[in-house]
């Protein structure tokens, strides 16, 4: 027991303190994914001029769902020592959607330096290959009503002779149903 405490006295003292929450490893309780997410992909799309994931995922929302399906954000490359005035490398699936990316390259560059809120981007570099399929975004699923509240919706409706259109206000008046 005496060889114990003589050891144990040896340590810096240093090694006998508990580490800070920050350095403590194991359970810190429950963290959100998008944080551990994160950490996780910033050397990789750092690597590539990305600041941050979302570029990549809200590709279609940046320019737009018919390119966004068919355009794969690669890499930004920045001048040396600058994180402005980059340019980002496009992949495209065929020579028609380069031709549309390189008309409306002013309109996207634009876009591109809204998200990120400074003008990270300059100009495009197109090049073609193989884009991979994203999976259709699915919406939440419409609101439900009780049949009450379901009939009145429909009774107000009759009179609209368009289908569309009277699909378009029922689902409109579901929501705003719901929001009361």
């Known amino acids: 027991m005496a060889e114990m405490e003589d050891e144990d006295d040896t340590l810096p003292s240093a090694a006998k303190k508990p580490l800070p929450s920050k350095e403590r490893r194991g359970s810190a309780g429950p963290r959100a994914i998008a944080e551990l997410s994160a950490r996780l992909t910033r050397r990789p799309l750092g690597k590539r001029g990305f600041t941050e994931a979302a570029v990549i995922t809200e590709w279609p929302a940046i320019v737009g769902s018919l390119l966004g399906s068919s355009t794969l954000p690669l890499k930004i490359v920045f001048p040396p020592g600058q994180r402005a005035g980059g340019v980002l490398h496009i992949r495209v699936a065929s020579g028609a959607v380069a031709a549309q990316l390189q008309h409306l390259e002013p309109l996207i560059v634009q876009r591109i330096n809204g998200f990120f809120g400074y003008g990270a981007v300059i100009r495009l570099a197109i090049s073609q290959g193989v884009v991979p399929k994203r999976p259709p975004r699915r919406g939440p699923p419409p609101p439900q009503l009780d049949a009450a509240a379901e ?26 149903a719901i929001k009361r």
Not at 154 to 175: F, I, N, Q, T, Y
């Open 151 to 176: 009939a009145e919706l429909e009774k107000r409706l009759e009179k609209v002779e368009d289908v569309e259109l009277r699909e378009a206000l029922a689902s409109l008046g579901r929501h705003l």
